[in-house]
């Protein structure tokens, strides 16, 4: 089990507070491009759901969504408020072969080693089907390390995330690179990638 049980702690005690900064009334256009890439009723793994709200959207849409989070309490938040069928899982438990259409992995590989990374993305492009969706979305930057809120982080350049999605056979569709004011208040710099398995 490779998830960190301090970040994790972060979100049981932050659940709530993490859905109401991030609430939204739609899809953000990232979401929204990666909706526009997918065929129609698309099963989904949402990979680190958080409180559900991709996956709602995702099923509003007519796709299928599997959401899945290692925090437990982030789990329960997203069946309360969405009814959405997530349920515990880490990112080491993914083993599926060509069963999703897509997979969703906004802000949550970032909390993986680094060293783990290659395999993870491995382990997505094989349970993609041949030509299935894959969004990413990391924190850009070097180094590993923990915010003030004590979550560990794998901060990644450009250049070292297109090297990983290639060598795990996936083509890049889309980048887009800004920033944003997450959970711990700073101003932190992002890549979003929409690639093809």
């Not at 997979?103 to 491995?122: E, G, K, Q, T």
Request: glycine letters at 8%; one cysteine or more; proline letters at 6%.
């Amino acid at each position: 089990m490779s998830h960190d049980d301090r970040t994790i702690a972060v979100y049981d005690a932050k659940a709530a507070d993490y859905a109401d900064h991030f609430a939204s009334a739609g899809p953000d256009p990232h979401l929204q491009a990666f909706l526009a890439a997918l065929p129609s009723s698309s099963r989904v793994l949402d990979m680190g759901c958080g409180p559900g709200q991709a996956s709602a959207f995702l099923r509003t849409a007519g796709h299928r969504p599997d959401p899945v989070d290692a925090s437990p309490a982030m789990v329960t938040l997203a069946n309360d408020r969405h009814a959405i069928g997530a349920r515990l899982a880490s990112f080491d438990d993914l083993d599926a072969l060509a069963r999703y259409d897509g997979v969703w992995a906004n802000f949550s590989l970032l909390h993986a080693p680094r060293a783990d990374l290659p395999r993870y993305i491995a382990a997505i492009h094989k349970a993609l089907k041949p030509q299935g969706i894959f969004h990413l979305a990391l924190k850009t930057s070097t180094g590993e390390g923990r915010d003030r809120l004590d979550r560990h982080y794998t901060f990644v350049t450009r250049h070292e995330i297109t090297d990983l999605l290639a060598s795990a056979g996936f083509s890049l569709l889309a980048t887009h690179e800004g920033e944003e004011r997450g959970l711990a208040g700073t101003l932190d710099p992002f890549i979003v990638l929409l690639a093809r398995a």
